[in-house]
């Protein structure tokens, strides 16, 4: 087929209110944040002028970055092995028998739906240093309580507990719909070939043809946790000295709090270069593996 | 599968059973909360259903402490006008992307595989100055205008609309009708299952979205749910636990409540747009 005049008019005609929108909204704003970074811009100023990379020098130079960046990886490293692992282990185990699916399934999923933000206040509740169940949990079992929000050892590695809550029902499902996808006569036919046990089964079959799904859900979590900021802006605010600040929230200071865009837009850069660069990482592993998810 | 033993499925039931301890936990917590009077919050022995009722008390307390009503209604015009907003913009964009030839076909649906990669808090900084300027900011219009524009919708319907068969089109075509009219009356309809995924996905983004609604809005009139518990919370000091449990039931109820009427489809429609 040619390309026909009046096919191309009503192309144009149709995407043109999505173009407009999605300049306005994600072209200017996306590209002015590559401006913003190389300037000293502040909001409400009515000039500003390039610093080259004056924000990115200060950014190195700033140990409050350094430890934003790092608890986020810290964050990321615990959350996204945590929730896959749970997500797989809940899959495999609801798949593996025909009674109660749907409840688990519905229960597993529930932390996935609900307002993070209402139950982040919640588990603040849970972790309250007096009264919480938390901690009276721990004291019936003859552990000592701890101030879990308020200690800056630990607090980062509670919020990615909480983090993981939220998000393992989500990479559950897809789990789940990836083993739907694997043939039963597979399993069958590794029976009788005399393959042992679920164990070696599961070696043998499910883990290889989980592959792509597997990558997916791990692109995905990592995404995910970079993208932290709910519970630590309702339980923590980054704190206890800088325990728990991480890339968003450092944004979020920077660009709403102190109204210092150009640096809020230095930061915003690396975000965005370690979220770009996870996911390009899924293209270049499916590419290896030949599949395609 | 093989023959399963009692054992294998007892240990099942087990594991399955202290997974589930650890998913539902929260919620029980909120809702036995949620009924307790004080003395028996600030016990020191945990007791999951409380001795003497409070849910009258805590609930009209919550009631009347913030203006939960208007957090939820803002809840629903907020999510509902912004996922109205991206099927009008988004259908016929996928409609030419999937089915029409046209200049610059390629580029837009590069442009539109490029932004899949980039999450909106990413550009909050410019589109805050941008609704700063325009005088926007602390509005409706600043709650839903940013999000009409989803590149994720045109992706997933385009997706969709591949599988469509092009007879279809034609056939509506050869009855004379509009390009824009076989978008609204031929792939609308078409389209429902790819939208219904859509839409579960960009309500429950919505009505859970705090970091936008924060920025956006400063005055208690426009708040959402999430943005409602927090200016609750705070203005209670976090002491009076009963009414902010019960504050915490009603903002996560709604969503919670239609997830369980059609869960079903809300897995299906994660999982389908999860996976894309």
């Not at chain 1, 989980?210 to 519970?231: E, M, N, W």
């Not at chain 2, 001795?51 to 803002?74: C, G, H």
């Not at chain 2, 996905?201 to 518990?229: C, E, K, R």
């Amino acid at each position: 087929m040619s390309l026909s005049a009046s096919q191309n008019r009503a192309g144009l005609a149709l995407i043109a209110p999505a173009s407009v929108l999605a300049l306005l909204f994600l072209f200017a704003p996306l590209s002015s944040i590559f401006v913003l970074a190389f300037t000293d811009y502040q909001l409400g100023d009515r000039s500003l002028s390039f610093v080259g990379f004056e924000n990115f020098e200060a950014l190195a130079d700033d140990p409050t970055f350094w430890k934003s960046l790092s608890n986020t990886l810290i964050y990321s490293a615990v959350v996204v092995p945590g929730s896959m692992l749970l997500g797989l282990v809940s899959a495999l185990l609801i798949d593996a028998g025909t009674s109660l699916r749907s409840f688990y399934r519905t229960a597993f999923f529930l932390p996935v739906m609900a307002s993070l933000l209402a139950m982040a206040v919640v588990w603040e509740f849970m972790l309250h240093p007096s009264f919480g169940i938390v901690n009276a949990t721990m004291k019936a079992l003859g552990f000592a309580p701890h101030n879990w929000l308020k200690d800056g050892g630990i607090a980062l590695y509670v919020l990615a507990v909480i983090g993981i809550w939220q998000s393992f029902g989500f990479n559950m499902v897809l789990f789940m719909a990836g083993l739907s996808a694997i043939p039963r006569d597979l399993y069958d036919a590794a029976e009788m070939d005399g393959t042992p046990n679920a164990w070696a089964r599961f070696k043998l079959i499910t883990w290889p043809l989980l592959a792509p799904v597997t990558v997916f859900v791990a692109v995905t979590s990592v995404i995910r946790s970079f993208q932290v900021f709910d519970t630590v802006h309702a339980l923590t605010q980054g704190g206890p000295n800088k325990a728990t600040e991480v890339l968003l929230y450092t944004i979020y200071a920077e660009g709403f709090e102190f109204f210092r865009s150009g640096h809020a837009a230095a930061i915003t850069i690396v975000f965005i270069l370690l979220v770009v660069g996870v996911s390009l990482l899924r293209f270049v592993s499916l590419k290896k593996n030949g599949a395609s998810a | 599968m093989m023959p399963r033993s009692f054992a294998a499925s007892a240990f099942r039931h087990a594991a399955l059973l202290s997974i589930a301890t650890f998913a539902l936990l929260p919620f029980a917590v909120m809702v036995s909360t949620s009924i307790k009077p004080a003395d028996e919050i600030f016990s020191d022995t945990v007791r999951w259903w409380p001795q003497k009722l409070a849910v009258i008390e805590n609930y009209s307390e919550a009631f009347s402490a913030a203006p939960l009503m208007l957090y939820l209604v803002n809840g629903v015009v907020v999510t509902a006008a912004i996922f109205f907003l991206q099927v009008l913009v988004a259908l016929p964009a996928a409609y030419a992307l999937a089915k029409l030839r046209f200049f610059g076909r390629h580029v837009a649906f590069g442009f539109v595989l490029f932004c899949l990669l980039i999450p909106y808090q990413a550009i909050a900084v410019p589109l805050f100055i941008l609704l700063y300027y325009v005088g926007l900011l602390d509005s409706y219009s600043a709650l839903v205008l940013p999000f009409t524009i989803s590149v994720f919708g045109i992706f997933l319907v385009r997706q969709f609309f591949m599988g469509v068969p092009d007879d279809l089109v034609d056939a509506a075509r050869m009855d004379g009708m509009s390009e824009l009219s076989i978008v609204w009356r031929v792939m609308l309809p078409a389209a429902i299952p790819a939208l219904t995924a859509f839409g579960v996905f960009s309500v429950v983004a919505h009505w859970n979205d705090y970091f936008w609604p924060l920025v956006a809005v400063s005055s208690d009139s426009y708040f959402t749910p999430p943005l409602g518990i927090m200016a609750f919370r705070n203005a209670e000091a976090g002491n009076d636990f009963g009414p902010l449990m019960a504050a915490a039931t009603i903002i996560v109820a709604p969503l919670l409540a239609l997830f369980l009427l059609a869960q079903r489809r809300f897995i299906e429609g994660i999982a389908f747009t999860g996976i894309k």
